[in-house]
């Protein structure tokens, strides 16, 4: 045990931790940085995105997990809403007045985060534009398109990383119908486990969902829901789907 005690004496003495605590940010090694960044709430690391550019990169490859990422905006009031919540329960609401400030916060959340839950609600041309240009790819488990129309869904579902869970897609304003032929060759479709489109009007999209699952040999246990915009004639698009797939159905 005293050999031990030695041995381990020894080596603390050779140890130099001051240079840790005495050191200036700017001067740390970057596998130090990314220690402290781990360590930080979004809050810290987008304050120091913001203030330390040269740090940009190192804080982009700590991804942060979010319960839900939120973002809204309304063309009529010029309202942009940008809401993050992490998984201790710390919350960020922030509200903007000007489409160009509030995308900053925005691109940088879909770059750096995680998101339990991704909830966007935008037809605004100037978040449309940014999302069908954005580079990367978000990370999502659960999407939720609220009032987005159809240019806007197919550019958010093409920026998904693979792991989506489940969509829903509501169309509040009455979009009558997506582009369904589009959105089916989308990878992160096929592969949810749940999909629901609430307020829709085309009659064919059950058989073509279904058409899909067995083309791509899917597993059984997927959901999909549809709540139609208005009352269908009457059994139209469970005839269609009978007849359709009358050899399969058991």
């Known amino acids: 045990m005293s050999f031990d005690i030695g041995k381990l004496a020894e080596k603390t003495e050779s140890l130099s931790i001051d240079p840790i605590y005495n050191t200036n940010w700017c001067d740390m090694p970057d596998d130090i940085k990314l220690e402290c960044i781990g360590k930080m709430e979004f809050r810290e690391r987008l304050s120091l995105r913001c ?7 190192l804080v982009d490859l700590q991804k942060i ?5 939120s973002f809204f905006s309304d063309i009529y009031s010029d309202h942009y809403n940008v809401y993050l919540a992490s998984k201790n329960g710390d919350t960020l609401d922030k509200e903007f007045k000007n489409a160009h400030r509030a995308l900053k916060p925005m691109k940088t ?11 966007i609600a935008s ?9 069908k240009s954005y580079n990367g790819k978000i990370s999502a ?3 939720n398109l609220h009032n987005c129309d159809n240019e806007m869904a197919v550019a958010v579902l093409q920026k998904m990383n693979p792991g989506v869970e489940s969509i829903t897609m509501d169309n509040y304003d009455n979009i009558r119908s997506y582009p369904v032929d589009k959105i089916l060759k989308i990878s992160v479709v ?8 609430k307020r829709y009007h085309q009659m064919d999209i059950l058989h073509k969902v279904t058409q899909m699952w067995i083309d791509n040999n899917s597993k059984i246990g997927f959901t999909f829901q549809v709540f ?3 009352n269908p004639p009457p059994d139209s698009s469970f005839e269609e789907f009978s007849d359709r797939f009358a050899n399969r159905i058991v």
Do not use: P
Request: proline residues 0%; charged residues 30%; without cysteine.
């Open 190 to 197: 096929q592969n949810a486990s749940y999909w629901q489109i």
């Open 65 to 69: 997990k979010f319960s839900r990422g």
């Open 51 to 57: 203030t330390a550019k040269a740090e940009r990169s």
């Open 228 to 230: 139609y915009f208005e």
């Open 109 to 119: 959340t879909w770059k750096i985060g995680v998101f339990e839950n991704f909830f």
């Open 123 to 131: 037809n605004e041309k100037a978040v449309k534009k940014e999302m």
């Open 141 to 143: 488990k659960n999407i």
